[in-house]
């Protein structure tokens, strides 16, 4: 019996590898934005612990003003910090919709060549069905003459 041979199988096949390299960059600008969406969340943990510990500790009493100057210099440069990595988020994010639009366009060239190979294989195996019908009419046929030959010979 033959066999289907799709000729777009090595194209198929690369533009699946493709594919998959566009799932990975996806899937690491996506890790990428989390990473930095964490260490925000880890400085804004930081800037809260240590107000609280100020506020809890250090404004009884007398107060230490190099302690309060110190304390908001830490502020400062955490802000700074977290400012920097808000825009750090931005580029990532920006990055991570660049690599998205990238995978739809290589999962939609991947779904085009799957749509043809299951479209010539369908017409492969409609093609193979009407042979073998053609040849059981045939045979059908034959057999049937074969049968009308031996009954006008025994008569």
Do not use: C
């Amino acid at each position: 019996m033959p066999t289907f041979q799709f000729k777009l199988t090595p194209v198929l096949k690369h533009r699946q590898l493709i594919e998959h390299e566009k799932q990975r960059v996806y899937a690491l600008a996506l890790a990428r934005v989390n990473d930095l969406q964490d260490q925000l969340a880890s400085l804004n943990q930081s800037i809260q612990t240590s107000n609280d510990d100020v506020r809890d500790n250090h404004l009884v009493g007398r107060l230490d003003l190099a302690f309060i100057t110190a304390h908001r210099r830490f502020l400062m440069g955490v802000q700074r910090k977290a400012m920097e990595l808000v825009a750090a988020i931005a580029k990532a994010q920006q990055e991570a919709e660049t690599a998205r639009v990238a995978l739809a366009f290589a999962a939609r060239e991947v779904k085009v060549l799957e749509k043809l190979r299951d479209t010539q294989h369908q017409r492969w195996r409609d093609e193979v069905t009407r042979r073998e019908n053609i040849l059981a009419d045939e045979v059908a046929t034959q057999m049937s003459n074969d049968k009308a030959t031996i009954l006008t010979k025994v008569k």
